[in-house]
């Protein structure tokens, strides 16, 4: 059986989605809670976080040839050896560049009961080569304050008790603003909406699930978050992610 450890905050009414799975989890084929299976290629900069054991963990993006970004809350606490970065592939059982890691920077003012700055990069120890699987994502480096079709990928849960997909998947969803989020949210969960947030709001059915975290969220061929926490699993309420823009100069400092 496969296993998996969720971190719950602000009451246990939010959860951080991610977790670690083992290789159980090639058994399941699915969505990510509403999504559709990408084709290959079709995400090029996503990337699966895996442990020494091959099991994925957390999602990244591509944004240079020896860097990758994810949330904090997937990288804090874990060693070089059991962090690998998978790139390439739509599928986890089959395909895809898997390299080592050199180094793994968290955000230095990450908070873990509060989930503020939830941002952190992965150094691989070879560099990855570009081609039409394996490609760099733009950092969005501009406010956006609200959006239709932003795509969110990853391979999260299909639901918060179904499994974990073989194929890649994907979601359409709208961003929308800080104010309209935290309304949205109960008092308790939106005390961890901060300025430096984005939210996304999807039809009930839809959304982020456990093992979607760190995974991108992008519009205009940029990305704007990075998968945070929510109320698991597309039960309506807004999925929060740490914002881009309000990162990039700490992203760009510390990717070097």
Do not use: K
Not at 10 to 16: F, I
Not at 140 to 162: K, M, P, Q, Y
Request: charged share 10%.
């Amino acid at each position: 059986m496969f296993r998996l450890s969720l971190v719950f905050v602000l009451l246990g009414a939010a959860a951080v989605f991610g977790g670690t799975l083992s290789p159980e989890f090639l058994e399941w084929e699915g969505r990510i809670v509403g999504g559709q299976n990408a084709a290959s290629g079709q995400f090029p900069y996503q990337v699966s976080l895996r442990s020494s054991a091959n099991a994925h963990f957390c999602g990244a993006s591509i944004i240079s040839n020896r860097w990758v970004l994810s949330a904090a809350h997937c990288t804090v606490g874990r060693t070089l050896a059991n962090t690998r970065v998978v790139v390439g592939t739509h599928l986890l059982n089959s395909g895809g560049i898997s390299h080592a890691s050199s180094r793994i920077v968290n955000h230095g003012s990450y908070n873990a009961n509060t989930l503020a700055n939830d941002v952190s990069l992965v150094q691989t120890a070879s560099v990855i080569g570009m081609n039409n699987l394996a490609q760099t994502i733009a950092l969005g480096g501009f406010f956006i304050n609200t959006a239709s079709g932003a795509l969110a990928s990853g391979w999260g849960r299909l639901g918060a008790n179904a499994g974990i997909p073989n194929n890649l998947q994907w979601l359409s969803t709208s961003i929308i603003t800080l104010a309209d989020c935290r309304a949205r949210h109960s008092v308790a969960n939106r005390a961890s909406v901060f300025d430096n947030t984005v939210c996304t709001l999807s039809p009930t059915g839809q959304g982020m699930c456990m093992g979607d975290s760190g995974g991108p969220l992008v519009h205009g061929g940029a990305q704007h978050g990075i998968v945070s926490w929510g109320i698991p699993c597309g039960l309506g309420s807004p999925d929060v992610f740490a914002r881009v823009s309000s990162h990039v100069n700490w992203i760009l400092a510390n990717a070097v």
